[in-house]
Every structure is written in C-alpha cells, then in structure tokens.
C-alpha cells in the first residue's frame, strides 16, 4: 500500500519565523505535489514537483523533491498571518492514483 | 469559465439511501477524479476516469459507483448510504500535471 506522511501535523509559528514541512513517501514516484486548502473550501494547487532535485519558489514557499530520499520539502520563510491555512503532499502512482498525505495545518499567529 | 462544479453543496441523507453527487466541468479536461475527504484527513481517490467512457477504480471505491457519457459530466453515485460514507465529497479534472478541484459537496448520512 503507498503511504504518504507528513509532518508535522499541525504547526503554530510566529510570524517572521522559518519552517519546513516534510512529505515521505513509500513508492518510486518523480512526481509529487503540494497543494493548500483554507477551512470549508477546496484545494489550491501550489507546486508540482517533476523530477529529481526540482525546486520551486512563490512568494514565501519554496518546495523541493529528492526522489531517492522519497522525500518533498515544504520551507517556509518569514511566515505571514495569511499562509495560515493545511498544506497537503500528494504522489501520483501510474499516472493517476493520487495518493495524499493527511496534511499539515499551519497557524501563523502575530 | 465556471471551472468545476459541484452539486448540491450540502445533504443529509438517512441510512439505506441513495444519491448522486453532480459533477460538472466546461474546460474540457478528459481526466476526472472523485475523493472523499473525512474529517482532519486526506484526500483519498474512490473512482477516475480518462475520458467519456472510460471509468477505472481508485483507493476506496467500496460503496460508489460512477459513469461518464459525456467529457463535462462524471457523477457520482451512493446506492445504499452508510454512516462510513459522511464526508467531504471533492470531484477534480485535470490537465497535464495541475488539478483542478470543485468546491466539495458535503455529505452527513445518518
């Protein structure tokens, strides 16, 4: 059965503060994504992570894919009160099963 | 562009009941997926679909069961409801590595 884990589970950070999320993964897979979901709504997609070393930057987040570590990386620099929100990994396997961590909820507090 | 949507937003079903959860897209996406999302958890892939026709099982498929005639339309159907289904329903199309998710149906079967 593919797994997919993250931690931590939930994250209280001051604002202005680093953190990383981390996302493992049990299957061969190039491909991972990050996405965000705000309370009661639906899933923004963030990043797609493609091959082996990628990294990708917006703003405040910056992912990052090791495929032989099976391990994604979501850094957060200098939090602001609006990156409040659960940040959840996903792998593909085939192509099209979509596998999801449980997902990380992040409180930025003031 | 309505993007995907989703009907209804809320039901409440009683046990032994049966649904169908709309989907609909206008963005002509072939690739269709159906996750249910419980409480602090995941997304987990119950069925997907490729193209109008074509369907294939996911992670949790137990319970559902889908058809696709048409590109714009995947719905989703619950025979016989049971309080394991209550959930957060999310449909998604995609197009080459981006998802692109509806804005969920919420399910409470009692």
């Known amino acids: 059965e593919l797994k997919v884990e993250q931690n931590p589970l939930f994250l209280s950070m001051q604002e202005g503060k680093n953190y990383t999320i981390y996302c493992n993964y049990s299957?061969?897979?190039?491909?991972l994504y990050w996405y965000r979901q705000d309370p009661g709504k639906s899933l923004e997609s963030l990043f797609v992570l493609l091959s082996n070393g990628a990294v990708k930057q917006e703003g405040r987040l910056m992912a990052s894919l090791d495929t032989k570590a099976r391990l994604s990386t979501l850094h957060i620099t200098a939090a602001v009160h609006d990156l409040s929100a659960t940040y959840f990994c996903?792998?593909?396997?085939?192509?099209?099963?979509?596998?999801f961590g449980t997902g990380t909820s992040l409180t930025v507090i003031p | 562009n309505a993007g995907v949507t989703q009907t209804p937003k809320f039901r409440i079903l009683k046990i032994g009941q049966s649904m169908t959860l709309q989907c609909a897209q206008d963005?002509?996406?072939?690739?269709m997926y159906w996750y249910r999302q419980d409480p602090g958890m995941g997304l987990k892939l119950i069925y997907y679909?490729?193209?109008?026709?074509?369907?294939d099982k996911g992670e949790v498929p137990n319970g559902y069961n889908v058809s696709r005639s048409t590109t714009e339309d995947f719905p989703l159907r619950l025979e016989l409801a049971a309080p394991s289904q209550t959930s957060v329903y999310f449909c998604?199309?995609?197009?080459?590595?981006?998802?692109?998710f509806g804005p969920g149906t919420r399910l409470t079967v009692l």
């Open positions: 679909s490729v193209g109008a026709g074509i369907t």
């Open positions: 998604a199309t995609r197009y080459g590595r981006a998802q692109y």
């Open positions: 996903a792998v593909d396997k085939a192509g099209n099963q979509f596998y």
């Open positions: 963005m002509n996406h072939n690739y």
């Open positions: 299957t061969t897979s190039d491909r």
